[in-house]
């Protein structure tokens, strides 16, 4: 049985990323430009095994769908701002 907490800062440390409030908060800020037709795994930021894991994450409503989806919004959403 897996307990790993699945929120934000386990998804960044996961992806490879800064997994701090801070460097989460410049992730976003920094790649928060998504227009409404590119799926989350598609951004060109990603490298392709960060692509993949969240394609799968989603795809195969893993664990990590929740998490995934909120990041996804935020990357959508400040677009929209």
Not at 45 to 52: E, M, V
Not at 53 to 61: C, G, K, S, V, Y
Not at 64 to 76: A, F, I
Request: net charge negative; aromatic share 8%; proline share 4%.
């Amino acid at each position: 049985m897996e307990l790993i907490e699945k929120g934000m800062p386990a998804l960044f440390a996961q992806l490879g990323e800064a997994s701090d409030d801070p460097g989460i908060a410049h992730f976003i800020d920094l790649h928060g430009r998504l227009s409404g037709s590119t799926h989350l795994h598609e951004a060109d930021f990603w490298s392709p095994a960060q692509a993949s894991f969240l394609r799968e994450a989603m795809l195969l409503d893993s664990a990590w769908s929740q998490v995934v989806d909120e990041l996804n919004v935020k990357l959508h959403s400040q677009a929209a701002s």
